[in-house]
């Protein structure tokens, strides 16, 4: 079978996965039929799977260690199942009880459901491209960045034609068989015995002063690129004080920027392999500090295009490289655990980096000292990596 193969259906898997990012479409049919005006309740789901998602990726990237790639990938579409099939179920609720199995239906358990899927197209890629981790694992990553293009025209009509109850019933099955259809083939390639002592465990690596560096970098450069994105449509209309006509291109920003994301997961994995991981990481984090430094002087004007889509392209890239860092690192065998850890920094960084943008714009009036504080995280995550590797 050819290995390609692989990576393909992992960026088949987290295209699905990416569809979460289309989460805010269900909030205006919840608000019409429980008659409720404010959006936070709604919201909050949200915020329980990024938790969740980040608490439960370490156990399990164990699980796929342990058990290979198809336990956890059918384990998690069906987890995914559950939980839209119980928020399909609050029609028979008023808003009181309807929100528990809102927020454990499309909160906890999507959470932990995408957390066992995403545990292992990335790392499985890595195990099967030693030669080319950074390209194979931004095909996959290419997934996550499209996802919410591909499923946002299909929710939509789903929502559209069948109403917001049902919907979540055939969103939820629609998952499963897609992501149970992919996992069917998945495998890990052998391994080669001298390849054995090559491998890290995590207990290894919680005394490798490169598992913090790797942390602390990722947590940096995560928090620049989604304190951009999680304030991308503020930005704009800010901007729009200057320049009003930019107020009408909410929807064709998030359109371009979303595909300069998916872009940046694949190319910059190419750079990874043609510049080594910590050369195309310092590349990455320098031009995001530019593009920051542009943006604190020139987001109120047409240029907010090009340099936001350069950080995006760079967020995407970052979350393709960091898990080809770990595979190059620390070795193939526990990849999936490794990274799982390593990947908490995103957790926290998605905590804060929207709600610290967001304050810093309530607090001065102003986008510029958020983008300052971008360029100030690009810049200490490339003094974190000057001497490693």
């Known amino acids: 079978m050819n290995r390609w193969l692989y990576p393909v259906l992992g960026m088949i898997i987290l295209t699905m996965l990416g569809g979460i990012y289309t989460f805010s479409l269900f909030y205006h049919p919840l608000q019409q039929h429980y008659g409720i005006s404010s959006v936070a309740p709604f919201t909050l789901a949200f915020s329980l799977i990024t938790l969740t998602y980040s608490i439960f990726i370490i156990p399990a990237g164990v699980i796929y260690d342990r058990l290979g790639p198809r336990i956890p990938l059918i384990a998690g579409a069906f987890v995914i199942f559950s939980g839209y099939l119980i928020a399909s179920q609050m029609k028979s ?79 939820g099955l629609l998952y499963f068989g897609v992501i149970v259809l992919c996992s069917l083939p998945m495998k890990d390639p052998p391994v080669k015995r001298e390849e054995e002592s090559l491998d890290f ?107 936001a889509s350069v950080v995006y392209a760079n967020y995407g890239g970052v979350l393709a490289m960091f898990p080809a860092a770990v595979s190059i690192y620390f070795g193939k065998k526990y990849a999936g655990r ?22 810093i714009r309530d607090v001065t009036g102003e986008y510029v000292y958020a983008f300052y504080l971008a360029l100030t995280a690009c810049v200490v995550a490339i003094l974190t990596l000057k001497d490693t590797g």
Not at 110 to 124: E, K, M, S, W
Not at 130 to 145: N, Q, S
Not at 344 to 359: H, K
Request: no cysteine.
């Open 338 to 359: 490794i990274y799982g850890a390593i990947f908490t920094a995103w957790g926290f960084s998605g905590l804060l980096a929207p709600y610290v943008g967001g304050l």
């Open 93 to 171: 609720f008023e808003w009181d009880v309807a929100r528990i199995l809102y927020y454990v239906g499309l909160g906890i358990l999507p959470g932990l459901g995408i957390a066992l899927v995403d545990a292992v197209p990335r790392p499985l890629a890595s195990k099967w491209f030693p030669d080319r981790p950074g390209t194979a694992i931004g095909l996959v990553a290419v997934g996550f960045g499209i996802g919410a293009a591909v499923m946002t025209p299909v929710i939509t009509y789903l929502l559209e034609s069948y109403g917001v109850f049902r919907a979540f019933a055939l969103i």
């Open 201 to 307: 465990s995590l207990g290894m690596v919680a005394r490798d002063i490169r598992f913090y560096r790797l942390w602390f970098a990722f947590f940096l450069s995560s928090f620049a690129g989604l304190m951009v994105i999680g304030n991308a449509a503020p930005i704009l209309r800010k901007g729009a004080e200057k320049v009003p006509e930019l107020a009408g291109l909410v929807a064709l920003f998030l359109i371009v920027t979303s595909l300069a994301n998916a872009g940046g997961r694949f190319a910059w994995g190419i750079v990874l392999d043609r510049l080594g991981v910590f050369r195309a990481l310092r590349l990455n984090f320098v031009l995001s500090a530019i593009a920051s430094i542009l943006l604190a002087y020139l987001y109120s004007s047409y240029l907010v295009f090009p340099l």
